[in-house]
Structures are given as C-alpha cells and as structure tokens.
C-alpha cells in the first residue's frame, strides 16, 4: 500500500523525466510544514500586519483621538492566520496549483507527528479536530468556572463588571464556535467516510484546512482578553460593537475565521456523503447519523457565508469607517442583529441535529431493534434544516422587528417544532418495549433525551410572543439553551466518543470510570442548570454580576454545581489516558455488536479504510431479526483469492463492468 | 515522439499512484465517477455559498434604503463614480461570456480557443478588480455618509473576493493546461482524452465556466441596484 517517493514526481513539465525524490521527503522532520511552523508564521504575519495597520492608521484622527488602532488589530490578526495556514503547509498546493501543478502522491504516515501536521487522512483529521474540540470545550468550561465563581455571592465580587462581561462574552463566543464544529469535526470527519463504505474523501485538503483554519480562529478569539475584551457577549450587538474596545476586532476576525472553516467542512462532507457512498448504499440505506450530517452541511455552507459577511461589516465599520450599523449615519444596529440571527439560528440545528444523529445511530445498538421509522427520522432532518432559515426573526421579539410580524414568526417558530419533534418521537419509538443495554455510550444517549425535553419543552414557550418578552434578557433563555446545547450536544457528543473510540483508539475504554462520568456529568449538570431556569423566571438577568439577594440560594447551588460538573470531566481525562496509554486493554473488533459498516472494517483502519469497496446490500438496522441480511459485501473473497488489480489499467478500459472477469461483485453503477 | 510517450506515461503514473493503490478497475472506475461528481457538486456549492454571502449584501442594501436612518440612506442621490462602475461590469460580464464561450469551443474539440478566452479573462478580471480598487480611491463621499456608501465598500470588499476566486480557477486551469498539453497530444489533448487527469480537468472546467456565469449575474444584480436604481 505505501507508496515509493523515489517515484517520478507528476509535476515534472513535459519532457522532463529525471527521477527525484518527493521534495517534502528530503526535509527532515522538523523542517517540514507543521505546528511550530504554523506559530511561527502566525507571530510573524501578525507583526507584519500590525505593523501595516500602524502604517496606514496611526495618522487617522479617530485612531489619534482614541489611541485604538483597530486596522493594525485586524491586519494583524488577518495577516497573522495567513501566516499559521502557510506554516502549517496549507497555502503550499494552492500555490503550486498556479503553475499547473497537481498534488503529489500521498505519503501515508504512521509517526505521532502526523497529528501535527496538514494531513489529508481523514481519521487523522478526526482525531485532531477531537482534540482541537476538546480544548475549546475546557478553555470555556475555565471561563464558566469564573462566571459561577463571581455569581456565588451578590455583593462581593471577585471581579469588575467590565471583566466579568468580558470573560461572559469569551465564554459564549468559544463555547459557540466549539459547538458548531463539535459533533462534525471529530466524528463526522472520521466517520462519515467509513459509514458510507468511502476511502477518502472528496475533498481532502479541504478537510485539513478546515481543521487548522479553526485552530487559528481558537487563537484569535484568545487575543480578545489581552485586546480588552468584547462587551457584547457572544452575540455581538450594535451598537456596542462599533463602540468596543480591540477585543472587537478579534471577536469578528475570529467568528470570520471559524465561519470559514465551517463553510469548508460542511462542503467536503456533503460533496464526500453525495458521491462517495458505496455501490449499493441506495438513500434509503444511508446511516442515519450520516444524513444527520448532510442535513447539518447544507446549514453550514448556506448560513455560515452570512454569518462572515456580517463579520466583515462589522470589521469595515471599525477599520473603513462605514456605517453599516450605526444609525446616526444612515445604518442600523438592527441590521447586525437580522444578519447575525439568519446564521445564528440555522447555528442552533447545526449544533442540535448531528447530536440527534449520534443518538438514533447508537439507539438501535442498544436496544437491538431497528431504527423506528427510519424515513421520518431523516425528512425531520431535512425538514428542520429547512425551517430554521424561516426562524430568525424570533431573536428580535423584543426588539429590531416590525411588531405586526411577531405572529409570523411565532407560527414558524413552532412549526419547526413538529420535524423536532419527529426526531424525538423516533428515538422513543426506538426505545419502545426495548430490552436496553445500559452500556456508557447509551447511558449519555438517555442522558441527552432527558435534558433535550427540558430544552426542546423551554423551546417552545420561549417561541411564544407573551412568555418570550417576559423573560427576555433572563437566565431562563441562559438555561434553556444550555439544556439543549450542552445537554443535548455535548451529552451526545460522549455518548458517540464513548461508542467509537474503541474503533478509534483499539482500546477499551474502563466501564466504572465511563459510568462515574457519566453519573456525576448528569446529575451535576441538571443541578447546574435547573436553578437557573428558577432564578430567570424570578427575574435575574443575563450578563449582570449583582443580583437579588434572596436569589443566593439557588444561584449557590448552581455555581457549586458548575465546580461539580467542571469536574467530572476529569473522569474522561483520567479514563481515556488510563485506558489508552497505562492499562491499555485491546478493544474487541466489534464490541458493541454493531451491524454498522464502520465496524466491519480493520481495527485500527487501514490508511485506505476497506480492501476493497464494499458493495452495500441492506441498511444497518436489522437488528433483533432472525436471518437478518448481511450489510455489505466486503469483499473477502476477493482479498482471500488475491484477486486484485495487479496488472496495468488500460485508461479507456474504465467504463462500468468493464472488467467483469476481474470483478465477481455486481457492477458499481 | 519518444518524449511525448514518456510524458503520457508521466500523466498517467500520476493518475495511478493517486487513485490506483492496489484497487480493481471497477473502483478506480468508481473513484473517477465519484470525482467528477463531487468536483460538479462542488462547483454548485461554492456558488450557494457566495449566493447566501451576496444575499445577505442586499439584504444589507435593502434593509437600510427602506430604513432610510436619518434620511441617510442616500443623500442628494450621489452615486458612485459611474464610469468606473460601468467599466467593471462590462468587463466582468464580457469575461463571463468569454468563458462560457470559450468552453462551447473547447467542447467543440479547440482547446486553443479557450485558451485564448480564458487567458483574455483573466487579463480582463485584473483590470476590473484594479479599477474596483481605483474606484474606492475616487469615491464622492466618505465611507460612512449613507447607507448607501457603506452598503457600496461592503460591494467592492465582496466583489473583488469574488473576482479574485474567479481569476484564481480560470489561472490554475490554463496553467494546468499548459502542462497537459503535450503530455496528452497524443490522445487527443485535454478536450478528448479519456485519461483521469484529463476527464478531470474537463470536469473542473466545466465548473469554472458555470461559476463564472454566476459572476456575471452578480455583476449585472448589483450594478443594477448600485448605480440604476
């Protein structure tokens, strides 16, 4: 399989035929594009950049008047990612492409630095976005940590109200950006290839782009503290943000940067899902987690440019002086919040569905028994991706809409309740006169369809005109998503880390401490969480660092909780090192006894996932039914002939059924 | 004609060490058909992509000319410089049509011909974006006087992003071009060969000739709604 560099390179001109060795395997390991490269290049395009800015800017009155310089803030911070993607080696092929150049042959790399480097294995780029998503995850679980810190008492503080709105926008701005990538960047990379029987994806430098131009938008949202921080929250409001300090410039750099790694994993994977599913993987055969994916791409390529298009007006009015939001001038802030809220909703089922995914993909597992109503399960999908770009309008009851248009977007709020609540229905259906298995991956499964009828329920009154202005502004809204994001996602999120490390890692992972995770994450997180749906209705606003006193009771109980609940994630940091690297037991093959095709193949995957191309012959429900028919045709009774393509292609030879004699399988149509 | 059969082979390895590890004909098959089809989806999806971003521009450009802020939306009707706008849509829509004119010919079997289009394209998109650029140079008003003003910086931001992808597929093509043209003269050159590097050039091709249909619509959208209405 691994291929001899010595070959002659395909980007040799016409007519020059001397045989050279790959270039890129000349350089010694640490010459070669990676992450010190990338910091690197970072560092310097942000100095060269902030240089410019001052270059250009530092004459101009406001920049005088106010000893703010938000063009060096934003050509330094720009200039800057550009330097982390050429250090990382991601601008390499498009520049070479401007000569006519196409990529050379992929070298398939076994050493740990390939976790650092631009690769285009998608299981690498799994496990690095894994990685990547976890530290954002723990950056703002810090940043939570010191807002319930600060809110344990009502008059003494630990920080000043500018700080404190600071580190809640920090939090909030990480936590979103972790969340829209949180489910499709690990796993979708991962897996969604081998679920669909693929060996690579359609677009793999694009995949690893993805991943390292997020890695850089987690830097640039991290100099928003030493800029000043951002007092919008994650939201961003106008007029505040023209208002803000530098941290500003980072803020909307950093969501511009994300929002374009989102648009470039959303576009690999529904290109990947659309044309490199197996022969015979029909619609009706896709695993469910897979058009959970697909669902969640068409969000992220169609909503996501707005998002970065809001991002760039905002940079224009803090750098080029327009005034796209700010009314004085003829803009208004209202037009931030209808841009911002036309990504921001459709964010909110980017973040839900893949959740929901996971969940009906591990449901049947567990249960042994099909997928209840498999086609619904996949229409809701569809259906609310489909109506979450009807929804925004909701975010503005109280404010930037016309009030005559309320009803309207009440009616469509609620609508999108019913493809909702589709997705749940078939979970319950699937779950009906089950006998379960209350394994870890299942217990987080449970778990999330617990806290998701919390928040899908809060849902719909907030979709309501009445309940929705009374609360406004309040910790009911603050608990209401944080049970459907973090209940329902990040719950999900473990309960898929849980059911695919073993195939990921090929270890076991340790059942008591799976259990004391998930046992101390749940119950700590409903007594997190809970309270703060009391203290909203009793009237405590977001955002705000003093409160009522007789509302120290509860807001103790959640803060002392959120300590608790920051906590039980060392169980999944002790567990996984344990399993993994101290006591490491070998996974089963199968330990689920999945029928999903992901499990069928080698554990670890091969570089190229299967031997062969499967021929997809049933979908992977079947389960609990005597006789049921087997997935796919692997292919093994070609691999055990040695029957492979071991002699010469004749190029026009490649047309479908072609080379039947080579081939028993039913031709690939 | 020996150097010509080494370069065929070059082409070929090429295509073989990428897409043939250890794989039946059907897959390598399989392979190129998925190929083709995700560079088509492709090509689609970076148009929805610049559609939602220049959909949320004139939402921009909508919201705030009927919002009209403190009659600020476009005071005394002034308007941008209208012969460097004027010149920016010719040409870009001329280099549209180039393209798609040029793939019909290429489709035809005379790949020169589009060689010609595209090369003429992409001298005719670094004049446009040089003129955008001038343009913002040259503006009656300051960027943040009107809705209007800052709703035609957002315009230019995104037009030359635009632009520029454009000019960046059509280059790397006729770059690619360059290199393929020998290399494949003796199975037809690039519009007939039926070798992988060829089919997927085509295939890519034919994208970048669709997307540049779609930067002609945006050019004539929006120089409709920024220099007529």
């Known amino acids: 399989m691994a291929i001899d560099v010595t070959e002659q390179s395909p980007d040799l001109f016409p007519g020059e035929t001397a045989t050279r060795q790959h270039p890129l395997s000349t350089r010694t390991e640490w010459a070669r594009p990676n992450v010190l490269w990338a910091i690197a290049g970072g560092v310097v395009g942000y100095l060269i950049g902030h240089w410019l800015g001052n270059v250009i800017a530092s004459g101009y009155t406001n920049v005088q008047s106010s000893g703010q310089n938000d063009v060096a803030n934003v050509l330094g911070l720009s ?42 294995d998608h299981k690498v780029v799994g496990i690095q976005y894994t990685v990547g998503v976890l530290l954002f995850l723990f950056t703002g679980g810090l940043l939570a940590m010191a807002i319930r810190t600060e809110l344990l008492s009502p008059t003494s503080h630990v920080f000043g109200p500018g700080t404190y709105i600071n580190i809640v926008g920090e939090h909030g701005t990480i936590m979103m950006m972790m969340a829209s990538s949180a489910v499709v960047g690990p796993l979708g990379n991962y897996l969604v290839p081998l679920m669909i029987g693929s060996r690579r994806m359609a677009f793999p430098r694009v995949e690893a782009f993805s991943f390292w131009i997020f890695m850089a938008g987690y830097a640039v949202i991290l ?330 009771p509860l807001n103790d109980i959640s803060s002392v909780s959120a300590f608790f609940l920051g906590a039980s994630f060392f169980f999944f940091i002790i567990n996984f090192i344990w399993s993994v690297y101290i006591n490491p037991r070998k996974a089963p093959d199968n330990p689920w006894h999945s029928r999903g095709l992901e499990w069928q193949t080698a554990t670890p995957v091969p570089w190229y996932n299967f031997e062969r191309i499967p021929v997809v012959l049933d979908d992977p429900y079947h389960y609990g039914e005597r006789d049921a028919p087997a997935v796919a045709d692997l292919g093994q009774e070609l691999i055990a002939a040695g029957r492979v393509s071991s002699t010469p292609v004749d190029p026009d030879d490649l047309s479908v059924g072609g080379r039947d004699d080579l081939d028993p399988r039913p031709p690939i149509l | 004609m020996g150097d010509a059969v080494a370069d065929d082979k070059t082409v070929t390895e090429r295509s073989e060490d990428f897409l043939h590890l250890n794989e039946t004909p059907e897959e390598i098959a399989f392979e190129l058909r998925a190929q083709e089809g995700a560079l088509w989806t492709g090509g689609r999806l970076v148009i929805g992509i610049w559609t939602f971003a220049f959909a949320s521009l004139a939402f921009a450009y909508f919201y705030l000319r009927s919002a009209n802020n403190q009659d600020l939306w476009r005071p005394h009707d002034i308007t941008a410089p209208t012969a460097a706008g004027a010149a920016i849509f010719a040409i870009t829509v001329a280099c549209a049509v180039l393209n798609l004119y040029g793939v019909r010919r290429f489709r035809s079997g005379v790949a020169l011909d589009w060689e010609v289009a595209g090369w003429t394209s992409v001298l005719g998109t670094l004049l446009a974006v040089g003129l955008q650029i001038w343009q913002l140079t040259d503006l009656p008003f300051f960027p943040g006087s009107s809705g209007y003003a800052s709703c035609l910086i957002g315009w230019a931001a995104l037009n030359i992003a635009l632009l520029l992808s454009g000019l960046y597929w059509i280059e790397t093509l006729l770059a690619r071009q360059a290199r393929l043209r020998r290399a494949l003269l003796e199975d037809g050159g690039t519009a007939q060969s039926t070798l992988p590097a060829a089919r997927m050039f085509r295939a890519s091709m034919e994208g970048c000739a669709y997307y540049w249909g779609f930067i002609g619509v945006v050019a004539t959208l929006f120089w409709v709604l920024f220099y007529v209405l």
Not at chain 1, 85 to 94: C, F, K, T
Not at chain 1, 375 to 396: C, E, P, Y
């Open chain 1, 79 to 120: 200039f800057g990612v550009v330097g982390w993607m050429g250090g990382i080696g991601a601008l390499n092929y498009p520049l070479a492409k401007m000569l006519g150049r196409e990529p050379a042959p992929t070298v398939p790399e076994q050493s740990w630095v390939r976790y650092f480097r631009m690769t285009e």
């Open chain 1, 223 to 552: 100099t928003a503290l030493p800029l000043g921080g951002f007092p919008t929250g994650w939201t961003g409001y106008a007029p505040l943000q023209t208002q803000a300090s530098g941290g500003m410039d980072s803020y909307l750099v950093g969501f511009a940067v994300i929002g374009i790694g989102m648009i470039c994993a959303g576009f690999n994977l529904a290109a990947t899902i659309i044309h490199y599913r197996a022969p015979g993987m029909t619609w009706n055969r896709v695993p469910i987690f897979v058009w959970a994916i697909l669902a969640t791409c068409a969000l992220l390529t169609l909503a996501t440019p707005t998002l970065v298009v809001a991002g760039l007006f905002g940079i224009l009015d803090r750098t080029a002086q327009t005034a796209f939001f700010v009314n004085e001038h003829g803009g208004s802030s209202f037009l931030w919040e209808n841009l911002f809220w036309f990504f921001g909703h459709p964010e909110v089922y980017i973040m839900a569905l893949p959740g929901f995914g996971i969940v009906m993909e591990i449901l049947p597992v567990f249960t042994r028994k099909p997928l209840f109503a498999y086609r619904t399960a996949a229409a809701g999908m569809l259906g609310v991706a489909l109506l979450s770009f009807f929804v925004w309008q909701h975010h503005l009851f109280q404010s930037g809409i016309n009030p005559d248009m309320r009803p309207l977007f009440m009616l469509t709020t609620e609508l999108i309740s019913i493809p909702t609540g589709f997705l749940y229905l078939v979970t319950l259906g699937t779950l009906w006169k089950a006998k379960i298995r209350f394994d870890p991956p299942m217990l987080f499964c449970l778990g999330m369809l617990f806290n998701f009828l919390i928040g899908g329920v809060t849902g719909v009154f907030l979709s309501d005109v009445p309940v929705d202005v009374t609360v406004h502004g309040s910790f009911f809204v603050l608990a209401h998503f944080h049970y459907t994001i973090m209940g329902g996602l990040i719950f999900a999120l473990f309960a898929g880390l849980y059911y695919w490390l073993p195939k990921i890692t090929g270890k076991t992972m340790n059942r008591k401490l799976s259990q004391w995770h998930f046992w101390t994450f749940f119950i700590f997180f409903n007594l997190t969480f809970f309270p703060l749906f009391l203290v909203g209705l009793l009237g405590q606003p977001r955002r705000v660092f003093e409160y009522a006193q007789n509302l120290q």
